[in-house]
């Protein structure tokens, strides 16, 4: 911020009478300590300082005062997750300092490239391009630069050419500026290159990159954010071109794949978005996002690379991977520099939402807390790193004004979050059932915290526990959490056989009073009664099952019912030769038919890090895993979709 503007800002604006105590700031000095904060980026002390300024009614009475705090004050509360506030603020003070024009016309311009930005945060390329166009508006020479890369960033998957031409422009102007190094000339060429890339014209992008390489020092062991993107983009672009060996060395050179144990792949909340017209993606549709890790666990700064299918494809995995969650301590464990900036290969999901064989009670416990006027606290729909801090408030307040309803809530919440330590959830959990009951609440909701406990304790094993609760005569008096229970303690899970009463079981849940003949919990039961009938080739009772099921051949994604793992293959020479020579670990998650033998069949790759490099080792193990079998009567297929991750590391 220039004195020359603060100086206008302040210019006829009463300052603090001379009496003030010894060592009070001055408006003028607290503008300044505001204003340096948040170009160094401490936020939260900037927005104090600001806060202090407004106190003062003579200076915000000024309209231009007003404006310039607004402005600068929200560039900070958008970078404290104040988003929609610091948005808001920019906006109220932008026109009037666009009215004044002359000195605060640089102002102006760097709040529509912070409007712009915010934007694309929320993937509407649209609006960023129009902010950014304002921002470009009146440029001249290297003042373009910066609105030229950011449009050409926006339009990158229009495929328009109007990316390329924005980017070629400001290479041009930066090629020709005296007063910039050869490493600034190289990220402008950076982006030139990446934009050619999406434009489908890798070769030549595959050239300007190496350039620009060259241009940063090569290929060094010296490695930054600028270093990393080009030679992530120059990875992208030689594989494009089929030279496979220069694409795995400049991913070597990023340093993606080599630290310990691949701790992206233990996001635990990593969804994919769907095939099909809702997004209007393609199986063989594929997407290079980047994005940052928080210390909480939650992305920030998406960024899609490549998305060769256009924006309405970038937007919807941009969206997707914005939704993820890391535990904080595996996020810790990651490099800092790998936390800021890390790219995934991804592609779109052909598989249906499989939901667990809880939600039944789930919802029962649901309708129960709104009949007791427990609302929404905020966390809902909000991705699980950053709701867990909402659910710890929450339970926090209810204990403190002494809500049992309220902190059931709360306590089952937190106990089923996925980035809550499996310590915590215990004791939540135990926190959810002893509330529960001293609330009398229904037998569906006791059991549903009583369910979540006894599989946060046994993890796989909850067998045991699980019985434990079906022989409890409340319980087992409740049709849907004796079925509930019956369905869980039958159904097989990873390398788990079912227990040898199985057939019972589900004989006990398909003749259940009080369930509904179709009921989703029945109906699971059946299909899993046929499965068992045709594993004894009684053909004729596995018939007679599947046709109570209403089903038809291909659906198998009915609350959690699909084929368990029996065996995963000859692994022994599953390692790619190049990647171990060149020192990479990584993951691949695939996705594939299951047959009713229990074969697998038509492997794809719908995410893997590094991107390319283990992809074809993960499809050659997919073909080898093997499936329980099920019983379908019309053809071979007993389960599209499925998906397994798999995970190479060194010795």
């Known amino acids: 911020m220039s004195s020359l503007i603060l100086a ?9 009478a001379p009496q003030q105590a010894a060592g009070t700031p001055t408006l003028q000095q ?5 204003s340096k904060a948040a170009s160094d980026g401490e936020c939260a002390a900037a927005v104090r300082a600001f806060e202090q300024i407004e106190k003062n009614a003579k200076a915000m009475a000024d309209p231009t005062v007003r404006a310039a705090v607004d402005v600068r004050k929200g560039y900070c509360l958008a970078q404290l997750e104040r988003s929609e506030e610091g948005q808001a603020a920019i906006r109220r003070g932008l026109p009037v300092l666009a009215a004044k024009g002359g000195s605060f016309v640089e102002e102006v311009r760097q709040a529509h490239l912070a409007l712009g930005k915010f934007a694309m945060l929320d993937f509407d390329y649209t609006a960023a391009i129009a902010e950014y166009r304002l921002a470009l508006e009146g440029t001249t ?12 960033q926006a339009a990158m998957f229009d495929q328009d050419g109007e990316a390329v031409r924005y980017a070629a422009e400001a290479y041009r102007i930066a090629a020709a500026d005296s007063s910039l190094d050869k490493k600034a000339k190289a990220v402008v060429q950076t982006q030139y290159a990446r934009a050619l890339i999406n434009a489908g014209r890798a070769p030549e992008a595959y050239a300007e990159l190496k350039d620009s390489l060259r241009k940063q020092g090569g290929l060094t062991m010296k490695v930054g954010v600028d270093d990393v993107t080009t030679r992530s983009d120059l990875a992208i672009a030689a594989w494009l071109n089929n030279d496979k060996e ?9 340093g993606a794949g080599h ?9 635990r909340d990593m969804s994919l978005p769907p095939c099909g017209e809702a997004t209007g993606l393609k199986p063989d549709d594929i997407a290079i996002i980047q ?10 700064g998406v960024l899609p690379v490549y998305v060769p299918a256009g924006r309405n494809a970038a937007v919807a995995f941009s969206r997707e991977v914005a939704g993820w969650s890391w535990m904080p301590e595996d996020v810790r464990s990651i490099p800092p520099l790998f936390r800021y ?12 939402e499989r939901p667990a064989l809880t939600v039944p009670l789930a919802n029962a416990t649901a309708e129960w807390l709104e009949s007791k006027g427990v609302t929404d606290a905020g966390w809902q729909g909000v991705p699980d790193a950053k709701a867990a801090p909402l659910g710890r408030t929450a339970l926090a307040a209810a204990r403190a004004k002494k809500d049992p309803a309220t902190m059931f809530a709360a306590a089952v919440w937190l106990g089923s979050n996925s980035v809550v330590t499996q310590e915590e959830r215990k004791a939540l959990l135990g926190e959810a059932v002893q509330l529960g009951d001293a609330l009398a609440a229904p037998a569906p909701v006791r059991a549903y915290a009583a369910i979540l406990k006894a599989q946060a304790e046994r993890a796989g094993r909850s067998n045991g526990a699980l019985r434990a609760l079906l022989n409890r005569p409340d319980f087992q008096g409740d049709p849907l959490v004796s079925a509930t229970l019956r369905l869980l303690i039958a159904m097989p899970s990873y390398r788990y056989r079912g227990p040898s009463d199985a057939d019972a079981l589900l ?22 009664r046929a499965n068992l009938a045709a594993s004894r080739d009684d053909l004729d009772a596995a018939r007679h099952a599947f046709e109570q099921t209403g089903l038809t051949s291909r659906q198998c994604a009915l609350l959690g019912l699909k084929p368990a793992v029996r065996s995963t293959g000859d692994l022994s020479n599953a390692f790619p030769e190049s990647a171990h020579r060149l020192g990479f670990e990584g993951w691949v998650r695939t996705e594939f038919d299951v047959t009713t033998d229990g074969r697998t069949i038509a492997p794809r790759v719908v995410s893997a890090y590094p991107a390319f490099v283990f992809d074809g080792a993960a499809a050659t193990m997919a073909k080898g895993m093997r499936y329980t079998s099920s019983y379908r009567p019309e053809d071979g297929v007993a389960c599209t979709a499925q998906s397994t991750p798999v995970s190479f590391h060194l010795r």
Request: aromatic share 10%; glycine share 6%; hydrophobic share 45%.
């Open 507 to 528: 004989s006990a849940v398909v003749e259940t009073p009080g369930l509904a003949e179709r009921h989703p919990l029945k109906v699971a039961a059946w299909l899993q």
């Open 246 to 254: 220069a694409a795995y060395k400049y991913l070597a050179y990023t």
């Open 341 to 352: 900036t890390t790219r995934l290969e991804l592609r779109c999901t052909t598989g249906a």
């Open 291 to 300: 994005f940052s890790l928080a210390e909480d666990g939650h992305v920030e």
């Open 141 to 152: 020479g290297s003042g373009r630069i910066r609105p030229l890369m950011a449009l050409s």
């Open 30 to 34: 607290l503008f300044d300590q505001a």
């Open 259 to 267: 630290f310990e144990k691949s701790p992206f792949e233990r996001a």
């Open 8 to 16: 206008l800002l302040f210019a006829g604006v009463p300052q603090v």
